[in-house]
Structure formats: structure tokens, C-alpha cells
């Protein structure tokens, strides 16, 4: 069970929430994710752990690509920078994921994936050519998060 210190939602809705958020600030959330359980990994010997590091930092050099897509071409006036309900900092959030077990951290990969997925398969039906670029990238993304699942 992942627990995170000032919020009180589930993480269903955190990961909603985080993927909702300005691209560049979901990447940098990610970042931070995967920054502590780098951390992690090296003080537990874990090749697993740095292997799910390692797809976290994918996955944000993705939503990097989507930010690139989107940031002077639609409008982003509907996404907030932060993540709604939670009062802390990303680098705590990343420290409290990576205090979880290897199980969570995989199933909670995995919600990054469907959400990633969601909004890809939104922005592939709106059918502009932009939007289409901006799905890849988010297909890519969740992508990486499903290939953490597979691989560790």
C-alpha cells in the first residue's frame, strides 16, 4: 500500500490528477518518482527497482515530447501545475512511492499506463495532426509503464 503525506485521495485519483497536469510538471513529477527510487534501489542492491527507475524516466522523456507537442499549439488553460488535493512537495511524493513495495510501485505504474493510455486514445480520436503527435507520444508513454510491469 503507498501511502503519501498531505493527501487525502486515492491514488487512483492522484494518478488522475498528475496525468491531468501541464506536461512539463508531470514529467517533472515523474522525475522526481523516479530520482527516489533510484535512491532506493541502490541502497537495497535492487536491479528491479532500477529497471522500474529506469521505465519511470522513459515515460517522462515522453511526456517530455507530448509538452513539446502541445505547449504553443493548444490550449492548456484546463490543466493546473499542481496536483489538485495535494499540499507537498514532488520530491516528498517521490520519496513516499518509493517507500512503497516493488508490487505497489508496479501496480501504480500500471495506473500511470491505463491514464497515459486514456488520454492518448482522446487526443488520437480528436483526429488533428498535432493531436496525433501528442497521442504517440502519450501511447509511448504508457507503453513504458506497461513494459515495467512486464519486464520486472
Known amino acids: 500500500m ?9 491514488i487512483d ?13 508531470t514529467s517533472l513529477v515523474l522525475k522526481k518518482i523516479a ?6 534501489a541502490y541502497e537495497s542492491n535492487s536491479s528491479k527497482l532500477r529497471d522500474i527507475s529506469n521505465y519511470i524516466y522513459e515515460t517522462a522523456e515522453h511526456i517530455d515530447e ?35 513495495s516493488e508490487k505497489d510501485i508496479i501496480i501504480l505504474m500500471d495506473k500511470f499506463g491505463d491514464d497515459f493510455l486514456r488520454q492518448a486514445d482522446a487526443d488520437w480520436h480528436r483526429g488533428a495532426k498535432g493531436r496525433k503527435k501528442l497521442a504517440t507520444e502519450l501511447y509511448a508513454a504508457a507503453n513504458c509503464m506497461y513494459k515495467g510491469r512486464m519486464e520486472t
Open 2 to 10: 503507498i501511502t503519501i503525506r498531505n493527501y487525502n485521495g486515492t
Open 13 to 25: 485519483e492522484l494518478v488522475k490528477n498528475t496525468g491531468n497536469m501541464h506536461y512539463d510538471v
Open 35 to 40: 530520482d527516489n527510487i533510484t535512491k532506493k
Open 66 to 100: 507530448a509538452w513539446v507537442y502541445c505547449k504553443d499549439k493548444m490550449d492548456c488553460s484546463k490543466h493546473p501545475r499542481i496536483i489538485l488535493g495535494f499540499n507537498g512537495s514532488y520530491n516528498e511524493l517521490g520519496q513516499d512511492i518509493s517507500k512503497a
